[in-house]
């Protein structure tokens, strides 16, 4: 069974930085793209971040882009979201996702961290 | 960036009928869309990919369908755990864009 387990979020300060981990299990992890989705409170879903199954190749949604910095551990089977300089506009659900086999939608979910960005 | 929008943003409908949920891109996406259903307080689960195949495990009253710019999800015969939001995703061209969801809710 595919699981993806997040961790790492909460209450952080404008400016300050936040690390979240996913840790994926159930499935050959090095064999698959994954990626960072978040929502917004009542809000539509944006994808965020996406990683390459090797790590060779990262991609970013502009209002992120020098800011976020998705990393993975292959060996760890586990992906990361470094997040600095955060904005009160980057408070939201972060979801941990794995890319499809057949193209850049995403077929399993983690259950989602809240982060909060507020001082 | 593709803009993806979805009709209607909210929908009512009595179990056993048939529901069709749209989505429109701003640009042809040759069938690089995907459905997701996200129940209350729970984390998005993929419907349909490649605008009209069935992911694993999922109902075949689901369906997907459509070509260029034009989609649509129908789900046949509506049962109670199906209340829940439909979001539309397009990956044909990056960045990967959302709709912006449609509620769905038992009349």
């Known amino acids: 069974e595919v699981q993806l387990v997040e961790s790492g979020g909460g209450l952080v300060q404008p400016g300050r930085s936040m690390k979240l981990s996913c840790a994926a299990s159930?499935?050959?992890?090095?064999?698959?793209?994954m990626a960072w989705v978040c929502q917004a409170p009542k809000k539509g879903l944006e994808w965020v971040a996406t990683?390459?199954?090797?790590?060779?190749?990262?991609y970013y949604r502009d209002s992120v882009k020098g800011r976020f910095t998705i990393s993975r551990d292959n060996a760890k089977s586990t992906l990361y979201l470094q997040m600095d300089s955060l904005r009160s506009e980057d408070t939201a659900t972060y979801y941990c996702?794995?890319?499809?086999?057949?193209?850049?939608?995403?077929?399993?979910w983690g259950q989602g961290v809240m982060v909060t960005v507020s001082s | 960036d593709i803009q993806m929008t979805q009709s209607p943003a909210s929908l009512s409908a009595s179990l056993g009928e048939t529901v069709t949920i749209e989505c429109r891109a701003s640009?042809?996406?040759?069938?690089?869309l995907a459905w997701y259903q996200q129940k209350p307080g729970k984390s998005p689960q993929l419907l349909i990919y490649?605008?009209?195949s069935l992911h694993t495990g999922v109902p075949s009253r689901f369906s997907g369908s459509g070509s260029g710019t034009q989609y649509s999800l129908k789900i046949n015969s509506l049962q109670s755990e199906d209340v829940a939001s439909y979001f539309c995703?397009?990956?044909?061209?990056?960045?990967?864009?959302f709709g912006g969801g449609t509620k769905l809710e038992l009349k």
């Open positions: 490649n605008a009209n």
């Open positions: 159930g499935f050959t992890f090095n064999n698959y793209d």
């Open positions: 996702a794995r890319g499809g086999e057949l193209g850049y939608y995403f077929d399993y």
């Open positions: 990683i390459s199954y090797d790590g060779s190749s990262t």
């Open positions: 640009e042809d996406i040759y069938n690089g």
């Open positions: 995703q397009q990956y044909y061209d990056y960045p990967w864009t």
